[in-house]
């Protein structure tokens, strides 16, 4: 005969809801410390919302060498680099962050003008506070000279801007804000340039600060929507003391969750986003599960107080509770050490999505019960009619 697992042996009587003041304390304080973080500190925002340049390239030979392509990328002084396989082993998506239009930027024009015009030229920026920047070459030119050297760094010049006769030198004048366009497309040609010998491009894009506005005003849309739909279910599901006490709890995971963000600066892209999305499911699940124990014991004992009930109900999913979520972290924490950086914002938010979001059913969602003044009685009387019409 097949005997059942109990994680615990003996019958559990924690009075976890004894301990709820202290719990609320603390999960304020950390709250609030998070929101001033994310006000005054920040989230460290990746390149899908502070825009950026996304660059397909595929090995000419063999699968694609992510290692290495990030020590060469990432020595090239364009910002932060994120590197991932596109489809195939050989394919590889390298995205670098938007261009700032800094004297890094100049710097890394007059490589790629040394390296596609010959050796001698010099770029360097304008006076401070414009964007112009100036050309020097080896020698005089006339004005289609210039023009077809300097579009080797991506710049498209009008007549008026191009010297007059023949001269060694050239300016460009550009506002701050078309310099830094114009830097997205001189970190293009550094890559280009840093691995082309290995690897042929298939196609670049640039992500404007435009579209990394959507894309976060949709990630938050995403959020409140996800949010409020779980908390819709949970209110037609139980009664309405649950959906706040379910909100309360998923506010209070999403929040802290990007506390952790800004304490540990951990990359913030669409991945991180998922991660949030992940861990409100994660919570919100767990919830459940003591909210339907807690249902069924409001129907089986009729003379339980609130308090009693609920630490009934805990402890008796306790143990489903803890094998869950060890589980899920044991999984989780193997992503956080071999995962490698692609998944590591992912994978340390999971990890505290875990550990946040089973404390959070205990001692958020359903102390949150006690404090909306949920009545064992309230499921009783329909129990009591339904009883009497079938007798």
Known sequence: MWKPVHLFAFKKKFDFLGKRKAALILSTLINIVALLGVAFVGL????????????????????AQLDELRSI???????????????????????????????????GAQRVMQKRAGPGWQ???????????????????????????????????VERQLPRGTTATAKVDMSPEQRAEWCQQVAIKLVEDAIGDKYEMRGTESVGPKIGDELMRSGIWAVLAT???????????????????????????VISTLGVFVLLQLDFSLTALAAVLTIAGYSINDTVVIFDRVRENMRRYKKLGLIDLLNLSINE?????????????????????????????????MLWGVIVGTYSSIWVACAGLVYLKLRPDQLRPADDEAAKAKA
């Not at 360097?124 to 050309?135: I, K, L, Q, S």
């Not at 193997?334 to 914002?345: D, M, Q, T």
């Open 44 to 63: 460290n925002f990746g390149i899908d919302f502070k825009g950026g340049i996304a660059l397909q390239a595929r090995a000419k030979q063999g699968p």
């Open 123 to 157: 770029v360097r920026p304008g006076p401070a506070g414009t964007g112009d920047v100036e050309f020097t070459a080896t020698a005089a030119l006339d004005g289609a000279a210039w023009r077809d050297a300097v579009s080797r760094v991506s710049l498209t010049i």
């Open 227 to 253: 949010m409020a739909a779980i908390v819709i279910y949970v209110w037609f599901r139980f009664e309405w003391q649950f959906g706040v006490g379910a909100l309360i709890a998923m506010l209070h995971d």
């Open 317 to 349: 999913t306790l143990s489903r509770t803890l094998m869950t979520s060890g589980t899920v972290f044991v999984a989780v924490l193997a992503l956080v050490l071999f995962g490698g950086p692609v998944l590591y914002s992912f994978s340390v938010a």
């Open 73 to 107: 990328v990432g020595g090239l002084g364009v910002g932060e680099v994120s590197l991932q396989e596109f489809g195939d082993p050989n394919t590889v998506l390298v995205r670098v962050q938007r261009q700032e239009g800094g004297p890094q930027c100049v710097a």
